[in-house]
């Protein structure tokens, strides 16, 4: 997938993409919501909601730098023809695995209790923001994008390199 000869890693490089992806459903105006970075044209601006334009930046944050990630290591598989050496996407995969992990938590305490918003006044704490199908398919992606990192990244830890007889049987002098 995505010239990438490891299909979970392929998986993973399109899971990463798809955050964004969503998010354009939600900025074109469909019936399915405006998704958790707001909607485009509504009646009420996101600029006359501080916590929602706060956190909606955010999220955008979130989702552009985990889209940019996957980008790199997709452009890792142009460079090695599909083969991408597991050392290599390691870290890029760590990377995906806290920006995604932020970006979820994130949404889910905005929807659920409301986070704490700068404005002209002070920091004004909210309740929670109203959900929508876009925002909650966006977050459903990003846990199922964490769950295969973990997956991915456990599967592929490095291993320690075994002691020899002649190293176990050594006695360090101090």
């Known amino acids: 997938m995505f010239g990438i000869s490891d299909r979970q890693l392929g998986l993973l490089v399109g899971l990463m993409f798809a955050p964004f992806a969503l998010q354009l459903?939600?900025?074109?105006?469909?019936?399915?919501?405006?998704?958790?970075?707001?909607?485009?044209?509504?009646?009420?601006?996101?600029?006359?909601?501080?916590?929602?334009?706060?956190?909606?930046?955010?999220?955008?944050?979130?989702?552009?730098?985990?889209?940019?990630?996957?980008?790199?290591?997709?452009?890792?598989?142009?460079?090695?023809?599909?083969?991408?050496?597991?050392?290599?996407?390691?870290?890029?995969l760590l990377i995906a695995l806290v920006v995604g992990g932020l970006t979820a938590l994130i949404y889910i305490l905005t929807h659920t209790v409301g986070l704490p918003a700068p404005s002209p006044v002070g920091w004004l704490m909210s309740g929670a923001e109203p959900t929508d199908t876009i925002g909650v398919l966006i977050f459903l992606v990003l846990l199922v994008q964490i769950s295969l990192t973990l997956r991915w990244l456990v599967q592929t830890e490095p291993a320690l390199p075994k002691a020899t007889p002649s190293q176990a049987n050594r006695s360090k002098v101090i």
């Open 25 to 92: 459903l939600g900025w074109a105006g469909t019936p399915l919501g405006g998704g958790p970075c707001g909607a485009i044209g509504l009646d009420q601006l996101l600029l006359e909601q501080p916590q929602a334009f706060f956190y909606a930046q955010i999220m955008l944050w979130g989702i552009s730098l985990l889209m940019a990630t996957g980008f790199f290591v997709l452009m890792l598989g142009f460079m090695h023809n599909g083969t991408i050496p597991k050392s290599q996407a390691r870290p890029f």
